[in-house]
């Protein structure tokens, strides 16, 4: 299985939260983050990192395409 990984660089202010959370999954690029891969393995780091994005910039898909993050 495999998930996709989505920043809004329209909503994304640049914070780093998801950076700083998970280095690996989402780099910051100038002033907006980006997912370093658009796909990954499973990993519940990137629905925290969507979690606790304060823009909400991020979104985390299934390999359905279904959005699964972030969680209510
Ligand atoms: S946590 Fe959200 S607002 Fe902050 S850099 Fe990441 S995507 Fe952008």
Redesign the pocket.
């Known amino acids: 299985m495999s998930w996709q990984l989505r920043?809004?660089g329209a909503?994304?202010?640049?914070?780093?939260?998801?950076?700083g959370?998970a280095p690996d999954l989402?780099a910051?690029d100038d002033e907006?983050?980006r997912p370093v891969h658009e796909r990954i393995p499973d990993d519940d780091r990137a629905l925290e990192?969507a979690d606790?994005?304060?823009?909400?910039?991020?979104t985390v898909h299934d390999a359905q395409g279904r959005e699964i993050g972030p969680r209510d």
Do not use: E, Q, T, Y
């Not at 909503?11 to 950076?19: D, E, N, Q, V, Y």
């Not at 606790?52 to 991020?58: D, E, G, H, Q, S």
């Open positions: 920043v809004d909503r994304c202010i640049g914070s780093g939260m998801c950076a959370a989402f910051l907006h983050a990192a606790i994005c304060p823009m909400v910039a991020i």
